[in-house]
């Protein structure tokens, strides 16, 4: 799948790793190449990915690479409805859609609805609170038509 939105590709992510003086190992590039195939993954699935693709690796090595590239903003984190960690290539705010019988984010480009959200919420207060962030999630179920038809913009 081609990266979308703002993922980082390998030489890109070999860049950032430097920038944070950190090495581009064996390891941590397997995860990223998993990362850039799943999109949304849990430590789970990417070690899964890396040894579909011949890599050897322990659960709790992805996850701490998975959470170390979070923490320098390579990736943002997501908490699925059932509970998982799932980690984001894209570390930039953006939609997702949730589906909840596939336990699985999906990215949806509608730039206009985040604009529309972000304008309304910029205009209230909320006594007490700044808002840090905004996280939106449409929570869906497929249709008949099955998954495919949950993100047509994304199908090209
Ligand atoms: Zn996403």
Known sequence: MAPRFNTLGMEGFRKAL????LKATPQRVAVH?????????????????VLGNGGRITVSSVYNILSQMADIGIYSRRLSAAGRKIFDVVPTRHLHMYDVVEDVYKDVADPELLDLVETYLHRHRFKGHKIEDIDISLVCRPTRRGRSALTPKLKK
């Open 18 to 21: 430097k920038d944070k003086g």
């Open 33 to 49: 190449e998993a990362m850039l195939r799943l999109v949304h993954a849990s430590a789970e699935m990417v070690r899964e990915d």
